[in-house]
């Protein structure tokens, strides 16, 4: 019944930007911490960034930190992904992701997953 729904990736040149969206249904939005991870071709998903249900903490992988920001509207039960100084490596699916509160911000344990949005980045 949850549905994570991505949009806003597509093809940008290395030093540009862009803005991911994931509408969230199905869920009480502020009861979930939200996540974004990635995966490219042969690599394993990796974390991006979490944000807490009330969007007080965040936490970020070191490859994407200050570059990336992660937010939400719970207004709109919507998370945002904003990315800066965009870098080929940075390409990837990028998936939006919930789970439950908790104590503190994880990198894994979400269980609720959208269908992912390709962001490719040329050089």
């Known amino acids: 019944q949850v549905q994570l729904v991505e949009s806003g990736g597509g093809l940008v040149q290395a030093g540009g930007s862009l803005r991911l969206s994931c509408a969230a249904s199905?869920?009480?939005?502020?009861?979930?911490?939200m996540g974004w991870f990635r995966q490219a071709p042969g690599k394993e998903r990796e974390f991006v960034a979490a944000?807490?249900?009330?969007?007080?903490?965040?936490k970020y992988a070191d490859s994407v930190k200050g570059r990336f920001t992660i937010s939400r509207d719970n207004a709109k039960n919507t998370v945002y992904l904003q990315m800066n100084s965009l870098k080929p490596e940075d390409t990837a699916v990028y998936y939006c992701?919930?789970?439950?509160?908790?104590?503190?911000?994880?990198?894994?344990?979400?269980?609720?997953w959208g269908q992912g949005t390709q962001v490719t980045v040329s050089s």
């Open positions: 199905g869920l009480g939005f502020s009861n979930y911490h």
């Open positions: 992701a919930a789970r439950w509160r908790t104590a503190v911000i994880v990198t894994s344990g979400y269980n609720y």
């Open positions: 944000i807490s249900g009330s969007g007080g903490s965040t």
